[in-house]
């Protein structure tokens, strides 16, 4: 599992399981399965990260269906936790799996302890097992949408235009405008409609359901929406809800609608187009060329202050390591983010580029390594620095020695904003490949080669 913070959604494993409850009808069996699987675990069997990490998110979305979510709970989670029913039984399983997450052989808990948070850990189970045994609050229950749901949009003088629920995080808006009780008419006429992704729940708070309608042939098909990925030439087809992702290129994404999700006030923006008769068509994606250009031409201008205060060779830039990956590793663990490189190494993870900070922290990552490996001494960790950093595990020395090697080449290629700062150098960026060139040749003769 790779963890980005100490919450019950910050990890891959609870992303994993929420976009894949999105894309059930009934969420409430994985629900139930998950909970089940770490509740029902003995003590005296080894509970891996990812199943308990799932748990606790599930937990977290069975006290948001009886009407208690958490106070920062994302707009995703309250709308997945809007189609589960919080039965005695189902609250019951959750709290088995929190008991259980906190006791001995949780790879969760070894998590937390590595990183000094284990308290932090029994606290936030502790606060939401008591919102799971609370009286439950049927008016504090997400509201939920269904599909055929009809919303009804103020756009002026009286007059209103029409939304559908057409499924899971997507509605229709209708060409036209009439009085609230005209949905009928708008709605299942011939008039052209658009569809959109969105946040059903923050919709549906913000205008309530008026009825239901049949929906209509043309959006009862499920379509697929286009949105650009890393590198530049890499695009993805998604669901309206962002679920089953499938990577394509730009001839196929080009074919498919943008994926842009809107808010309640930029659907109310377009709401009012509506009732004009507009309906302004969706977007697209941009090529890989205009995408590379644009991206350069809204970040050039960072990049000669990144230059200024760093070198291209590894630990150049002492102030992002010292700011950045170190404290990060002190407080969250070694282990930890070993693993989370391990998994952006292997795509378990997303890369998240380009994005020059991220790219430096896989490279201060990757000298980190090169550091513990034996490939570079010691002292090239910046001064005031080197003490502060933490030693390897002997036995998770080769599965870092093997994340460097498969994340170095990501450094010098087309979705590398660190490389794009260093080729507008004076040496066009020659000193910065040559130096991960050396890294990549340092670590291949590393003693420590296996355990990826």
């Known amino acids: ?187 299942g006429g011939e008039g052209p409609a658009r569809r959109i992704p969105c946040s059903l729940s923050h919709v549906t708070r913000q205008w309530p359901v008026t009825t239901k309608l049949p929906l209509r042939k043309d959006l009862a098909r499920p379509i697929r929406y286009a949105f650009e990925s890393v590198p530049f030439s890499l695009y993805s087809l998604t669901s309206a809800s962002a679920g089953n992702f499938e990577h ?54 960072a990049w000669p202050a990144r230059r200024a205060r760093a070198t291209p060779a590894p630990f150049g830039d002492p102030v992002s390591f010292g700011e950045d990956l170190l404290p990060w590793m002190v407080e969250f663990g070694v282990v930890n983010a070993i693993r989370v490189h391990h998994d952006l190494a292997h795509g378990r993870q997303g890369y998240g580029r380009p994005d020059a900070g991220g790219d430096q922290r896989t490279y201060d990552f990757a000298a980190c390594v090169a550091v513990w490996s034996g490939a570079l001494p010691r002292t090239a960790v910046p001064r005031g620095l080197g003490d502060r950093l933490p030693d390897a595990p002997a036995k998770h020395l080769g599965q870092a020695v093997e994340a460097a090697l498969r994340l170095l080449p990501l450094l010098v290629n087309e979705s590398s904003e660190l490389r794009m700062v260093w080729e507008e150098a004076e040496d066009g960026g020659k000193a910065f490949r040559q130096h991960v060139q050396s890294l990549r040749e340092g670590l291949e003769g590393a003693p420590v080669r296996t355990g990826g």
Do not use: N
């Open 248 to 301: 394509v290129d730009y001839a196929e994404a080009r074919r498919h609608p943008e994926y842009t999700r809107r808010s309640p006030e930029q659907l109310l923006a377009l709401a009012r187009e509506a009732a004009e008769g507009r309906l302004p068509a969706p977007g697209t994606v941009r090529s890989p060329e205009e995408w590379e250009r644009a991206f350069r031409a809204a970040h050039r201008h």
């Open 1 to 187: 599992m790779g963890a980005w913070g100490r919450g019950p959604f910050e990890s891959d494993a609870a992303a994993d399981f929420l976009a894949e409850l999105r894309e059930e009808e009934s969420p409430g069996r994985l629900v139930r399965a998950a909970l089940k699987a770490v509740a029902r675990t003995p003590d005296t069997e080894y509970l891996e990260v990812d199943a308990g990490a799932t748990a606790w998110a599930a937990a977290e979305l069975v006290a948001a269906a009886r009407g208690a979510p958490a106070k920062d709970a994302p707009d995703d989670v309250l709308e997945t936790a809007a189609r589960l029913r919080a039965t005695p039984a189902l609250c019951e399983e959750a709290a088995g799996a929190l008991s259980r997450l906190t006791r001995s052989r949780s790879e969760l808990l070894e998590l937390f302890e590595d990183g000094g948070h284990r308290e932090k850990l029994a606290q936030q189970l502790a606060e939401l097992k008591q919102r799971l045994a609370a009286p439950k609050d049927s008016a504090a229950r997400p509201a939920r949408a269904t599909k055929g749901d009809v919303l009804a949009l103020p756009v002026g003088q009286g007059r209103f235009a029409f939304a559908q629920v057409i499924g899971p995080g997507e509605l229709a808006l209708f060409a036209g405008a009439g009085a609230e009780g005209e949905a009928a008419r708008i709605v």
